[in-house]
């Protein structure tokens, strides 16, 4: 069992910058793939990053390519989602989900999200 605690997000201007990070408890964590995910009023939620257990490989949405980036400190059970040159589309709650393996599929653990508002 794993939980989940995002915090981090808030109001920022178009092309700014934000930095999420993700708490997590439990044991193992390094067995986890973990992944980023946000869901925009009244949309889908969608696939943002992912990381696997060991950090070595990263995957990411071509919407944020190039943007975004993840990257996990197994040290301390986190994970982090850097966001730059955000636009006003990129305002959603973003979640952080854990599942054992792979990165990529449906992900197991899910937290309560956080807010990420980018006004232009």
């Known amino acids: 069992q794993v939980q989940l605690v995002e915090s981090g997000g808030g109001l920022v201007q178009a092309g700014g910058s934000l930095r999420l990070s993700c708490a997590a408890s439990?044991?193992?964590?390094?067995?986890?793939?973990m992944g980023w995910f946000r869901q925009a009023p009244g949309k889908e939620r969608k696939f943002v990053l992912g990381?696997?257990?060991?950090?070595?490989?990263?995957y990411a949405a071509d919407f944020v390519k190039g943007r975004f980036t993840i990257s996990r400190d197994n040290a301390k059970n986190t994970v982090s989602l850097q966001m730059n040159s955000l636009k006003p589309e990129d305002t959603a709650v973003y979640y952080c989900?854990?599942?054992?393996?792979?990165?990529?599929?449906?992900?197991?653990?899910w937290g309560q999200g956080t807010q990420v508002t980018v006004s232009s």
């Open positions: 990381i696997s257990g060991s950090g070595r490989d990263t």
């Open positions: 989900a854990a599942k054992l393996g792979v990165a990529g599929g449906s992900y197991d653990y």
């Open positions: 439990g044991r193992s964590f390094s067995s986890y793939a």
